[in-house]
T-cell receptor, first 113, second 113 residues
Framework: KQEVTQIPAALSVPEGENLVLNCSFTDSAIYNLQWFRQDPGKGLTSLLLIQSSQREQTSGRLNASLDKSSGRSTLYIAASQPGDSATYLC????????????FGKGTMLLVSP | EAQVTQNPRYLITVTGKKLTVTCSQNMNHEYMSWYRQDPGLGLRQIYYSMNVEVTDKGDVPEGYKVSRKEKRNFPLILESPSPNQTSLYFC????????????FGSGTRLTVV
């Protein structure tokens, strides 16, 4: 069964820092890996999706990488801002059918002004 | 606006009183899914549906029912709610799981007393 782990569980940084959030998965036979953002009391917002054949995806100040062979993905946030404060979740699609989505427990990020 | 709409946002009910949480999407997505989110356990899949009249169990289906009579709607039914079903529930949809990203609803916070 796929297991997804996110490290660290919580992270606090001053505004302007570049930071990396880590996500690891136990079964490399995934279809894709997604990163989401969740604000307190709110739903999930999709940030980036990396297909299994891709190595990275970029959107603005966000860059997500995928290394299937090592079972790892990273989310890089450049020049962090207080508005980036949220919980970041990664989720792997597959391998037991592409209809399954296994989530990590998230990294709670706090960016201080 | 493309979205997944859940209702209600908040619900407090008593043990054993049947309830339905509605989910509707306006993107003509074939795939829809329900998740529950609990502290320390993360997001776990309850049920999913690949298309109209096609549903299947996720990781934690006990105590829940679903139906998919129309493409846009995927209600979650708790026939006899118990306190251990107190949780934050999310509905999600996608064009094709494993190939495209998911759109999540804003969540339903359910409390069973």
């Amino acid at each position: 069964k796929q297991e997804v782990t996110q490290i660290p569980a919580a992270l606090s940084v001053p505004e302007g820092e570049n930071l990396v959030l880590n996500c690891s998965f136990t079964d490399s036979a995934i279809y894709n890996l997604q990163w989401f953002r969740q604000d307190p009391g709110k739903g999930l917002t999709s940030l980036l999706l990396i297909q299994s054949s891709q190595r990275e995806q970029t959107s603005g100040r966000l860059n997500a990488s995928l290394d299937k062979s090592s079972g790892r993905s990273t989310l890089y946030i450049a020049a962090s801002q207080p508005g980036d404060s949220a919980t970041y979740l990664c989720a792997a699609s597959g391998p037991s059918g592409y209809s399954t989505l296994t989530f990590g427990k998230g990294t709670m990020l706090l960016v201080s002004p | 606006e493309a979205q997944v709409t859940q209702n209600p946002r908040y619900l407090i009910t008593v043990t054993g009183k049947k309830l339905t949480v509605t989910c509707s999407q306006n993107m003509n997505h074939e795939y829809m899914s329900w998740y529950r989110q609990d502290p320390g356990l993360g997001l776990r899949q309850i049920y999913y549906s690949m298309n109209v009249e096609v549903t299947d169990k996720g990781d934690v289906p006990e105590g829940y029912k679903v139906s998919r009579k129309e493409k846009r709607n995927f209600p979650l039914i708790l026939e006899s709610p118990s306190p251990n079903q107190t949780s934050l529930y999310f509905c999600a949809s996608t064009v094709s799981p494993g190939h495209y990203g998911y759109t999540f609803g804003s969540g339903t916070r359910l409390t069973v007393v």
